[in-house]
Nanobody
Framework: QVQLVESGGGLVQPGGSLRLSCAASGRTSSVYAMGWFRQAPGKEREFVVRIRWSDSRTLYADSVKGRFTVSKDNANTVYLQMNALKPEDTATYYC????????????WGQGTQVTVSS
């Protein structure tokens, strides 16, 4: 199993920045990729970004491209740097991992709240 713990959420004004972290532990050797997702109240869960474990190759949703940056360190922690935040970025953010290209994301963190408001 893989355990995921997110941190770094909070309240920020429009145009501000936040950095989220997701620390992975357990059977991290089985991880193919980590994704970030978000879910706002009353809305479907939305894909944000994915980073491949082996080479840190990334894939971003159009809604965050150019504003969000994902990175990974050597200690199995993934960071989501969020700049130029907008009120519509308000959501609970989750990290999750998958074992292969075509598998579902099967391990999820507990989520961290991001609120963008003046």
């Amino acid at each position: 199993q893989v355990q995921l713990v997110e941190s770094g959420g909070g309240l920020v004004q429009p145009g501000g920045s936040l950095r989220l972290s997701c620390a992975a532990s357990g059977r991290t050797s089985s991880v193919y990729a980590m994704g970030w997702f978000r879910q706002a109240p009353g809305k479907e869960r939305e894909f944000v970004v994915r980073i491949r474990w082996s080479d840190s190759r990334t894939l971003y949703a159009d809604s965050v491209k150019g504003r969000f940056t994902v990175s990974k360190d050597n200690a199995n922690t993934v960071y989501l740097q969020m700049n130029a935040l907008k009120p519509e970025d308000t959501a609970t953010y989750y990290c999750a991992t998958k074992d292969s290209t075509y598998s579902q994301y099967n391990y999820w963190g507990q989520g961290t709240q991001v609120t963008v408001s003046s």
